[in-house]
């Protein structure tokens, strides 16, 4: 009777560790939770070096090049070299000709 006790509690226990080992948050389908946060963590960190990366280069090229420097007071600010001009067109709307200017069969 003992024995059969003892291999009850055995099984029992063997039990409870291998579901604890699958689904515990230690156990196999929480590693493989981990594994996929982790790979988009990994995806996120690449995407973050990358802009982290471009945003040297500019920094670099407003330090260093003077048409970066140039080319950003021209487009954000308006500025001007001595000398320039700036044509600002404008579109007009077409307007309908003016019914007391037209008549009906009247030549032009």
Request: aromatic letters at 0%; one cysteine or more; glycine letters at 12%.
């Amino acid at each position: 009777m003992r024995r059969r006790v003892l291999r009850g509690l055995l099984g029992l226990t063997l039990c409870v560790v291998l579901v604890d080992g699958v689904f515990g948050p230690r156990g196999l389908v929480g590693n493989v939770r981990l594994r996929g946060r982790n790979a988009a963590l990994a995806a996120s960190l690449t995407g973050l070096r990358t802009g982290n990366e471009t945003l040297r280069e500019g920094v670099r090229r407003l330090n260093e090049d003077p048409a970066t420097i140039e080319e950003l007071a021209r487009e954000e600010l308006g500025l001007l070299k001595d000398g320039e001009l700036i044509l600002i067109l404008k579109d007009v709307p077409a307007t309908a000709p003016d019914a007391a200017q037209v008549r009906p069969g009247a030549a032009r």
